[in-house]
């Protein structure tokens, strides 16, 4: 018995469990009873009892020094101290969203951390130099109409091992900022519009779109009315609102048939930006027009003509030809011709394209001598549009014929004659100013030589003057005409009568002395 031994833990505090720790009495075994934690406490002092079974106990103790080892068992803690979670597009390169703290409870390299965001995101981590602390800042411009609002995840990853790390999700919204101008749906944009549309009607619209929000993509529509020169904005209306477009008048497309203006469209945003856009507008034609007869015209305006014809023309005599205008195009200006009435259809035929009537055959004796034809024209609009003429078509006999032939004859022969007694006018007029042209250029290039001239007659080797002269040139040749006295300069040639003038001619080396022979 006195050589078992008991062992037994002895706290510093007596009465309390001192440690996690647990002795077996009979191995002395010391074996923990629950987990350590080295940020609790880093080192434990056990002291250990040993004592004999003896009937006086005898016993001994020693003291047992426990310390913990760090284990990477805590992840990294973000504390955001301060947020600003709504930034504005046009936000600098560098501003501060976000600043935050970072602890590991752990120890050494367990606690050390490191924090990062996504690379994609337009974001960046600023770390302090103690790298306890991190700033969010923006490392781009942002842009509302890409994302307007972004979910920033902030990882936060210790260097043990293993690694841990924590994470936190910081949401940040982009503010709008007018950098947007509107835009038009088309550009440019082109309608047709058919004439006589009602005055104050609607005709057609035009869209634009902002991409930016509120009022700043808030837009209204107007007219350019600055552009300088004629305008059709002065009878065109829009509604600021919607770009609905009207016209205060009908369009006439014999009178206007395509015109062009602008549209500008500006958004409420501060400042305001704006674009404009062409519109191109198109007048489409509509039967409107009826024809108009241009012969047969009678004296008082109304489409009646009368013809006489010999009663012994053939089948396929020219009678006449209706003549008609229509100012609507393509089939609404189509004109074709129809006999709406006539006497005798045996008699006339008419050609429904070019208004031709044409005898179908040979006068008889029993045919009347007048005959009345109502021709219709009409164009082929979808609701086709007329006009009628009459013709009175008269038989004569031949000799009559001629008789109304001689007198068309005589009327045509003096409007020929008018003609040319115009023309004659007209002739001798520009011939004459032809005429005084040739005089007044004479004149001038006689003027030009007249310095020429006197340059030579400075010298004054004789007496007298140069009473008269005419000068004129050919080639490299100068004349000079002068009257019967010598003339100052002049230089006599020996041999000669006595009446040579010489004058040289200094322009160059091809230039001629002339000599002129004067009567005296």
């Not at 602008?262 to 409420?268: C, I, K, L, M, N």
């Not at 006018?425 to 001239?453: E, H, N, P, R, W």
Request: hydrophobic share 35%; charged share 20%.
């Amino acid at each position: 018995m006195n050589s078992l031994i008991e062992y037994s833990l002895r706290s510093k505090l007596r009465k309390l469990s001192s440690e996690p720790f647990d002795l077996n009495s009979s191995t002395g075994t010391l074996t923990l009873k629950e987990g350590l934690d080295y940020e609790e406490k880093q080192v434990y002092e056990i002291k250990v009892l040993a004592a004999d079974k003896g009937a006086v106990s005898l016993s001994t103790h020693c003291n047992v020094v426990v310390r913990v080892e760090d284990v990477n068992d805590n992840k990294p803690e973000i504390d955001i101290t301060s947020l600003s979670s709504r930034i504005s597009e046009d936000a600098p390169p560098g501003t501060v969203v976000a600043l935050m703290d970072v602890t590991d409870l752990d120890s050494g390299v367990n606690g050390q951390v490191v924090c990062s965001v996504p690379g994609h995101l337009p974001f960046d981590l600023n770390p302090s130099p103690d790298g306890q602390s991190y700033s969010l800042v923006t490392k781009d411009y942002l842009d509302k109409e890409t994302m307007h609002i972004y979910n920033i995840t902030i990882m936060a990853k210790d260097l043990g091992s293993p690694a841990m790390s924590s994470t936190k999700v910081i949401q940040v919204d982009v503010l709008d900022v007018n950098d947007n101008r509107p835009l038009f749906t088309e550009s440019p944009y082109t309608f047709y519009v058919p004439e006589n549309n009602k005055a104050g009607i609607s005709i057609f619209s035009v869209s634009a779109g902002d991409a930016d929000e509120g009022e700043n993509a808030a837009v209204t529509y107007s007219l350019n009315r600055k552009i300088p020169g004629p305008t059709v904005t002065s009878f065109l209306n829009i509604n600021e609102a919607d770009g609905t477009i009207s016209a205060l008048k009908g369009f006439d497309f014999e009178t206007l048939k395509t015109f062009q203006f602008q549209v500008v469209a500006t958004d409420s945003g501060t400042p305001s930006l704006s674009s404009n856009v062409t519109v191109n507008v198109f007048i489409l034609d509509q039967n409107d027009n009826a024809p108009v007869i241009l012969y047969p015209v009678s004296s008082n305006g109304s489409a009646e003509g009368v013809e006489e014809i010999p009663r012994n023309v053939n089948a396929g005599h020219l009678v006449t030809k209706v003549r008609a205008y229509d100012a609507d195009i393509g089939y609404n200006g189509w004109l074709l011709f129809s006999l709406q009435d006539v006497t005798d259809h045996s008699l006339f035929g008419l050609d429904r394209y070019t208004g031709q009537i044409r005898t179908l055959r040979s006068f008889t004796e029993t045919d009347e001598a007048e005959h009345k034809l109502v021709i219709l024209v009409k164009d082929n609009g979808n609701v086709s549009l007329s006009a009628t003429a009459t013709v009175l078509v008269k038989v004569v006999e031949p000799k009559e014929a001629f008789a109304a032939s001689d007198v068309k004859s005589a009327t045509k022969d003096e409007e020929e004659n008018n003609v040319t007694f115009y023309l004659m006018i007209t002739l001798g007029s520009v011939s004459t100013l032809f005429l005084i042209s040739i005089i007044v250029l004479i004149a001038m290039q006689c003027s030009k030589t007249t310095d020429y001239t006197s340059k030579y007659l400075q010298e004054t080797n004789y007496d007298g003057t140069l009473c008269h002269s005419i000068q004129y040139r050919s080639g490299d040749k100068r004349y000079m005409l002068v009257g019967p006295r010598m003339s100052i300069g002049s230089t006599i040639v020996p041999g000669s009568h006595a009446n040579t003038l010489v004058l040289p001619d200094r322009r160059g080396a091809s230039g001629e002395e002339v000599f002129l022979y004067i009567g005296m």
